[in-house]
C-alpha cells in the first residue's frame, strides 16, 4: 500500500478480522487527519492450493466488514452471476456474494465491460462493492498492459472523506447564463426579462449606498469605491446568479441531462432490492457520459480557429501530476509539504524589492480623456473566457454591470487615472504554478513559472 505523505492518512491492517484468511483477503483503515475513517478490503477469493475446495477468503469477519458505514471492498471474487453481469450464462461461487450485497445492502460499481479477457468468455468475476454512503468514480483502464488475463480497475472516492475539507463548497465563480433569453420561448423570455430587472435594482441598490466619485475625489475615496463596487457585484451575484463550485462533474462536457441520470442512479441505488435497476441506471449514465464526452471533443474540433486546433495535442498527450512533489529551493533546502512548497515559490518567484520611497507622478490631464465610450471599448476587446482574479467575477460579468451602471464604474476608473491611485483590493493576485516544458529536473523551483491572475477591472485601469 502507497500513501502520499502529504495526505497524513494513517494506515492500520485489521488482522482481526481476516486472521483465518492466509492472506486472501487483506484489511485496512484508512483514517485521514480529523475525518471518518474508511476501511478497504482487498479479497482474492479462490479454492485453497490442494484441491480441498476450500475458499479461505470467505472466513473473514464479512459481518464486521460490511457493517462499518464506509467499506470498499474490491478484487478478484472468481464468481459468476446475473446479478452483476446480465450477460452470464452460468452461475459459480456466487452465493456468498450475493448474500453479502443483498443482506448489507452493498453496491456494486462494476459496469458491463468484462474485467478478464480471453476467448470469446465475456467475464465480470472482479468487483467492487461500496456501503451505500461511498460515491466512487469507476473505470476499467484497458489501456494497461499487466501481463495478466485481467483488467486493470481504477476507482477513486468522489466527494472527499467526510468531516474532510470539501473543495466543492468554495465558490469559483457565478454563472449568468440564467440571465439569457436567447432561443427562449415567449413565456420563458419574460420570466428572464423580470429576473434580470430584479437583479438590475439589487445591483444599483447596494452601489448606491456610496456616492459616485468626481473630478475631486481623493485616493482615499477612490479605495472606499472600489470596496463597495465589488460588494455590490458580489452580493448581487450571490442573491441572483447560480454558484460555481468545483466538483467531480465540473468538466465541460457536463450537461443537466447527466446530472439527472446521475440522480435516478441515486434513487434506484437507494430502493430496496434495486440491484438490477440501479445496474440499469448506472449503464445509461456511462454511455451517457461516453456520448457527452464525443460531441463535446467533435464540437471543440469543428469550433477550433487558428492555432486553437494544436491544442488538441496537449489534450491528446500524457500529463505528469506534480502536484505532489517534494521542491527544492535555490539555498538547496527541501520543501516537501504544500505550505513550505509554496513558501518556496513565493521566494524563488517574488523577491522582495529594495527599499524605496517611490512616489507615483502627477497624471496631469490625461483623465481627461477618460470616458464611458473608451472605457466601453476597451472593456469590450476583453474574451469572456479569459480567467478572473481572486475577486472570480469574470469578464462577461463585468460586462453586464457596465450596462447597468456605466456612470459610476466610468468614475471610477478615472478617479484611479487623475489620482495616480491603485485600489488595495485590486491587488491581491491568485498565482498558478505550472511546469515549464523541457526541464531535467522538475523538482527545483525555477523549473516552474506562476501565472498572476488579476481581477478584469483591476487590468482594465492598468
Known amino acids: 500500500m502507497v500513501v502520499n505523505r502529504e495526505s497524513r492518512c494513517q494506515i492500520t491492517e485489521w488482522k482481526d478480522l481476516t486472521r483465518d ?40 469477519n464479512w459481518e464486521a466488514i460490511a457493517s462499518h458505514s464506509q467499506v470498499i471492498i474490491a478484487g478478484d471474487m472468481n464468481a459468476h452471476s446475473q446479478m452483476w453481469n446480465g450477460r452470464a450464462t452460468s452461475r459459480r461461487n456466487a452465493p456468498f456474494w450475493e448474500n453479502l450485497i443483498t443482506n448489507h445492502s452493498l453496491v ?23 456501503s451505500a454512503s461511498i460515491e466512487l468514480n469507476w473505470c476499467i483502464d484497458s489501456k494497461e498492459a499487466t501481463g495478466s488475463d485481467h483488467e486493470v480497475i481504477v476507482w477513486e472516492v468522489l466527494g472527499g472523506i467526510p468531516g474532510s475539507r470539501d473543495t466543492s ?69 450571490n442573491s441572483h446568479a447560480r454558484r460555481k463550485r468545483w466538483c467531480s462533474r465540473s468538466k465541460p462536457w457536463w450537461t443537466e441531462d447527466l446530472a439527472e441520470l446521475r440522480k435516478e442512479l441515486g434513487r434506484e441505488r437507494r430502493r430496496p432490492a434495486g440491484i438490477g435497476r440501479a445496474r440499469d441506471a448506472r449503464r445509461n449514465l456511462r454511455r451517457a457520459i461516453q456520448k457527452a464526452k464525443k460531441a463535446c471533443w467533435n464540437r471543440f474540433l469543428q469550433e477550433a480557429k487558428g492555432g486553437e486546433v494544436w491544442v488538441a495535442a496537449s489534450y491528446t498527450a500524457p500529463r505528469l501530476d506534480r502536484t505532489g ?14 505550505d513550505e512548497r509554496e513558501a518556496a515559490i513565493f521566494k524563488g518567484h517574488f523577491p522582495k524589492g529594495p527599499p524605496g520611497t517611490y512616489e507615483p507622478a502627477a497624471s496631469g490631464q490625461a483623465f481627461e480623456r477618460v470616458d464611458a465610450h473608451l472605457i466601453g471599448s476597451l ?83 492598468e
Open 21 to 60: 484468511c492466509a492472506n486472501y483477503t487483506q484489511a485496512l483503515e484508512v483514517k485521514p487527519p480529523d475525518s471518518t475513517s474508511i476501511i478497504i478490503i482487498n479479497v482474492y477469493d479462490c479454492e485453497r492450493y490442494g484441491g480441498s475446495g476450500e475458499r479461505l477468503a470467505q472466513h473473514a
Open 169 to 237: 463548497k468554495e465558490v469559483t465563480g457565478w454563472d449568468i447564463s440564467g440571465w439569457d433569453s436567447t432561443g427562449k420561448s415567449e413565456e420563458e423570455q419574460t420570466a428572464i426579462r423580470e429576473k434580470k430587472a430584479a437583479t438590475q435594482q439589487c445591483f444599483l441598490r447596494a452601489g448606491g449606498k456610496t456616492g459616485v466619485l468626481d473630478d475631486t475625489s481623493s485616493a482615499a475615496q477612490v479605495e472606499e469605491a472600489a470596496v463597495a463596487l465589488q460588494e455590490a457585484m458580489v452580493g448581487t451575484l
Open 379 to 461: 472593456l469590450a476587446k476583453v474574451a469572456n473566457m479569459a480567467a478572473p482574479g481572486d475577486d472570480r467575477i469574470s469578464a462577461d460579468i463585468l460586462k453586464v454591470f457596465w450596462q447597468w451602471d456605466q456612470q459610476r464604474i466610468s468614475q471610477l476608473v478615472r478617479a484611479c487615472i487623475r489620482t495616480g491611485y491603485h485600489p488595495k483590493i485590486w491587488k491581491t493576485v491568485k498565482g498558478v504554478v505550472i511546469p515549464k516544458p523541457g526541464k531535467p529536473d522538475y523538482a527545483k523551483v525555477r523549473a516552474y513559472r506562476v501565472i498572476s491572475l488579476l481581477d478584469v477591472i483591476g487590468k482594465l485601469v
Open 325 to 338: 512533489q517534494a521542491l527544492v529551493d535555490e539555498d538547496g533546502n527541501v520543501a516537501p509539504s504544500q
Open 108 to 130: 456494486v460499481w462494476n459496469s458491463e465491460e468484462a474485467t478478464r479477457v480471453g476467448g470469446n468468455n465475456h467475464s465480470i468475476i472482479d468487483l467492487t462493492l461500496t
